[in-house]
């Protein structure tokens, strides 16, 4: 799955996501991933290898928390929820 796709997802489960307190530690170690994430998404920045390697870290984090593959493709975020239910 391209970043560009991984950004977009992440970003769309913060912006569901922001007062679920139940995410609460994945928001807080992922400090740093997730406006990464937001940024890229927004076209703000671009990613150099460090860049990539965090947002990929963050994806998978997120696909652990969710209890989805990360290596499977999904093209949005509701189709990644739809796996998991």
Do not use: H, W
């Not at 940024?39 to 998978?60: D, M, P, R, S, V």
Request: proline share 1%.
């Amino acid at each position: 799955m391209d970043s560009k796709t991984k950004a977009k997802i992440i970003t769309d489960f913060l912006m569901r996501n922001a007062e679920e307190e139940k995410y609460d530690d994945f928001f807080d170690y992922n400090d740093l991933g997730l406006p990464l994430a937001v940024a890229f998404n927004a076209n703000i920045c671009i990613l150099n290898n460090e860049g990539e390697t965090i947002l990929k870290e963050t994806y998978n984090l997120l696909c652990d928390e969710l209890g989805a593959d990360s290596e499977k493709e999904f093209n949005d975020l509701d189709e990644l929820l739809q796996c998991i239910e």
